[in-house]
């Protein structure tokens, strides 16, 4: 299983960044998928979860990011995303897509090398 | 909000047992999951369902519970265990951690 996070970059405070997290090496359509985050010398932060088409793909979403991010996923593709909007200087981090055998992320099995996001003005 | 309290650190010296700690009023009733982080590389399950290890973790890598209280014990610690080490549980549609132990091994 590979996953491969991209469309880090600098951004200004306000604007919108999309991040993208590209799978091979299973079946993507039959898993969930998970977004964290690490801030610089910080620990590790939940960002949001999307189940399986199979089960809807409801999203679920840390309460501290107040609605400005949304995950949305493309079977065809194998592709998970990370919307995010009205970005804080805050929200700089490294971003972590994962993903798992438990359906739901009881654990998280699988994890890519991650994509920063630096907002800066 | 719900919380997983974690030592900020352990030291041992090499081919010593560490064992780190994860505290939760839930613990007992949700699975909980345990990662290991290099300096500077992703997050590694080593641990998972309190207990169970994934196919290519190390033996002395073991998990327990006890209570509100999981464990993660390091068997022989070697300098390549020297990481961070993160509980982490999926419980009222949140994924919660713990804010990590610093693994030191010298």
């Known amino acids: 299983v590979h996953l491969v996070e991209s469309g880090g970059g600098l951004v200004k405070p306000g604007r919108s960044l999309r991040l993208s997290c590209s799978t091979s090496?299973?079946?993507?359509?039959?898993?969930?998928m998970s977004w964290f985050r690490q801030a610089p010398g910080k620990g590790l932060e939940w960002v949001g979860f999307?189940?399986?088409?199979?089960?809807?793909?409801?999203?679920y979403y840390a309460a501290s990011l107040e609605g400005r991010f949304v995950i949305s996923r493309d079977d065809f593709k194998g592709i998970a995303y990370l919307q995010m909007n009205s970005l804080k200087i805050e929200d700089t981090a490294l971003y972590y897509c994962s993903s798992g055998e438990s359906g739901d992320p009881f654990w998280l099995d699988y994890w890519g090398q991650g994509t920063l996001v630096t907002v800066s003005s | 909000s719900y919380e997983l309290t974690q030592p900020p650190s352990v030291s041992v010296s090499p081919g010593q047992t560490a064992r780190i700690t994860c505290s939760g009023d839930?613990?007992?009733?949700?699975?909980c999951s345990w990662y290991q982080q290099r300096p500077g590389q992703s997050p590694v399950l080593v641990i998972y369902?309190?207990?169970k290890r994934p196919s290519g973790i190390p033996e002395r890598f073991s998990g327990s519970i006890s209570g509100n209280t999981v464990t993660l014990t390091i068997s022989g610690a070697q300098a390549l265990d020297e990481a961070d080490y993160y509980c982490q549980v999926w419980d009222n549609n949140t994924v919660i951690f713990g804010g990590g132990t610093r693994l030191t091994v010298l």
């Open positions: 369902q309190e207990t």
């Open positions: 090496g299973f079946t993507f359509g039959d898993h969930g």
């Open positions: 999307i189940r399986s088409q199979g089960y809807g793909a409801t999203t």
């Open positions: 839930s613990l007992p009733h949700i699975f």
